[in-house]
């Protein structure tokens, strides 16, 4: 019965006793199953607060594979679930829940990828992490936001590069290495919705505030920008900067961080240019600490990946690491 609800709906629609704490059960679980949990930025406070590692994808990617746990439960989307069982394929990964997929990487498709690539045969392929495993199978050299500039650097200047999936990303880094790119015409949702009008009234009305801006945001934004960075930059900056008012145009759920390293400091989600909540991301906002208690209590879902796509995928990424 549980494998059938699992296969329809993308998790097990087992709810917990409303009675439980599931803080407690959750460290109880772990210990017992010798799990972790790992929890993205943009992730609820709850889940947040529940992790043993908090950070961006390829982060706690890295410092999963570091442990000795033999269950990693990795409360994000499914991409980021991928490349933690590509970097410790031993281990059985679990997503709570499978629809919490990802605009950017639902974008690129493995069959348009490669076709796109056999129509341009002479480019080095430099795929961001934001991608499916599928599609860093086919790409020569994996990226993050925070090292992509210094990769596509390290690319001989005589070589032509296709950048995906991200187009607003790889436009951004094409400004800053001055390297013209063949970019793939994918881009996030949530990062594509802020509004320049309502981000200039915050600021009218807040003069000394800092806009900080995640590099998938439109041009036009990250122009009116003080700062630009990945998830984890942004977070470091907020620490360091002697503002005390940031406006933050990224996913809302880093804004939970921000406050708990900076208390004394006002953090301002940026708008969307709807009265909706789209700076949250609707895939992200899929896991819920219900769902990392039953999945780690069942051992499902789980991200099976084919050995020969885990060491294709994992190509990629050492060569990544190994550049930056």
Known sequence: MQGQLLKEKGFLDIAPDPCLDLFAEISKLKKEKNAIVLAHY??????????????DSLGLSQEASKTGASIIVFAGVHFMA????????EKKVLLPDLRAGCSLADSCSKEKFSAFIQDHPDH??????????????MTDIVV?????????????RNKKIIFAPDKH??????????REMLLWDGSCMVHELFSKEKILQIRDKNPDAKLIAHPECESSLLE?????????ALLKYTEENSSTVFIV????????????????????????????????????????????YTCL????????LSEELIKKARTSIVRMLELS
């Open 82 to 89: 991928e490349t933690a069982k590509i970097l410790s394929p």
């Open 224 to 232: 009116l920008a003080d700062y630009i960075g990945s998830t984890t």
């Open 169 to 178: 990303l790889g436009s951004w880094i094409s400004k800053r290495t001055g």
């Open 297 to 304: 209590k069942y051992e499902q879902p789980e991200i099976l």
């Open 144 to 156: 993050t936001s925070s090292n992509a500039e210094k990769i596509v650097n390290s690319i001989p």
């Open 249 to 292: 145009a990224t996913e809302s759920g880093i804004l939970h961080q921000m406050q708990k390293k900076n208390p004394s400091k006002t953090f301002i989600p940026a708008p969307p240019s709807s009265n909706c909540a789209c700076n949250d991301c609707p895939h992200m906002k899929l896991n819920t600490l219900e769902k990392v």
């Open 42 to 55: 943009y992730q609820d406070p709850d889940i947040q607060d529940c992790a043993d590692f908090i950070g």
């Open 124 to 137: 080095v392929v430099v795929s961001y992490i934001n991608c499916s495993a599928e599609v860093k199978a």
